[in-house]
Each structure stands twice: as C-alpha cells, then as structure tokens.
C-alpha cells in the first residue's frame, strides 16, 4: 500500500539560515512526488513534483527538492528561508498503477525573523 | 485566469441535517477531485472525476454522502445526514488535461457539525 511520512510535525529555521523538510515514502513501482504548501484559510499550492531524471528537482519560490530511491525520501529544501515561508506543508506520492495521490499529514514550518 | 472556486466557505450545521458543497473548477480542467481534510492530517481522497464520470469514489462513504458532475464542470458534494464526526474541510482540486498530476485546490469549505 502506498503512504507517506513526514516525521516532524512542525521545524523551526531562523529567515536566511537553509531549510529542510523531510519525506519518506512507500510505494510499488515508480513513484511520482510532489510538495505542496497550504498557507491559513486557503487551499493546498503546487510547489514542485519529481516524476523521472534529475533527481534535484527546482520548484516554486526557490524551493527544491532531492529524490533519494535507495532511502525512499524527498526532503523538501530551501538554501536561505523567509518568514513568509512559514506555512504547512505536504508531501504527496501517486503510484503509477493508479491514479490516487496520497498525502502526508503535513510539517508545519517556522521561520522566525 | 480565476482559481477553483468552492462555497460556501464556512458552514456550521446540527447533526442529522443535510449540507451540500459547491465546487467550479479551473476553466477547461476535466479532472476534479473532492478531498476530505481533518485538523492536522493531509487531504484525504473521496472521489475523482474525469469530465462527468466518477473515476474514483472508492473512499467516499455512500451511505451518507454522494456527489454529481453533471455536465463536467462544476460539482456538488452532499451529506446526508451529516454527523458530528463529519466536522472536516472539505477540498475540492483540478487538473488539466495536459498535466494531469498537477492539482490546483481551492479553499475549502469548513464544515462544523454540532
């Protein structure tokens, strides 16, 4: 069965300092990724997917991330954090059997100033 | 080029009383998808719809809720009747035809059953 974890549920970073968020995941076959970040009374944001090649995928507002197969991850990074960073965010996996995308339960990041 | 649109966007509700939700989609998107979101969890799917047939409502509880796409636009999402564990955001998302693995949501509606 397909699932994804996200193992903090809330990181704190100073603004300009790097960020991570962390995503594991489970899935048969090859897997498409995706982050999306979900700010206060609004609905989820694309930020990125990785479905084939490079494995830094380059995404939204200076967003990246790092598919690892043999670890199953796709941590979420960003070299210098904002404040208006902070928001919640989900990492997703669809299998390419089917069509259903599976999302984690969400990281809430904090970016003090 | 407007968002997807859902309303109401707060509805508050006693128990047993029916409640429906109101989703337009992204202008020529076919697929939409409606998502169940509880406090601190990630979107859950209920059904998924390409054009006007339901694709995927495996998760979606039949008893009690039901959805229609009639013409393969817009989509209405019903309970009936709603129950106190039924207090959830409610997400409707589409995509378009030609990248069909990017989801653009709109802002939900906040359902409160008391």
Do not use: M
Request: with cysteine; hydrophobic share 35%; charged share 20%.
């Amino acid at each position: 069965a397909q699932s994804v974890a996200q193992p903090e549920d809330q990181v704190n970073v100073a603004e300009g300092n790097p960020l991570t968020v962390k995503c594991t995941y489970s899935v048969s076959g090859n897997p498409y990724l995706f982050w999306y970040v979900q700010y206060p009374n609004r609905g989820l944001q694309f930020l990125l997917k990785y479905i084939t090649g490079d494995n830094l995928v380059k995404g939204s507002y200076g967003f990246e991330a790092e598919f690892n197969k043999s670890q199953t991850s796709f941590h979420l990074k960003k070299p210098s954090a904002l404040v208006s960073d902070s928001a919640l965010y989900f990492c997703a996996v669809l299998n390419t059997g089917g069509f259903k995308t599976i999302f984690g339960a969400g990281t809430r990041l904090f970016v003090k100033a | 080029e407007a968002g997807v649109v859902q309303s109401p966007r707060y509805k508050i509700i006693e128990k047993k009383q029916p409640v429906a939700f109101w989703c337009n989609p992204i202008s020529g998107h076919n697929t939409l998808y409606w998502y169940l979101q509880n406090l601190g969890q990630g979107p859950e799917l209920l059904i998924r719809y390409e054009n006007e047939e339901a694709v995927d409502d495996s998760q979606l509880p039949k008893d009690r809720f039901s959805a229609e796409r009639l013409k393969g636009v817009d989509s209405t999402l019903k309970i009936q009747p709603a129950e106190l564990g039924d207090s959830a955001v409610y997400l409707c998302a589409s995509s378009p035809r030609d990248s069909p693995l990017e989801q653009y949501f709109g802002p939900g509606t906040r359902l409160t059953v008391t």
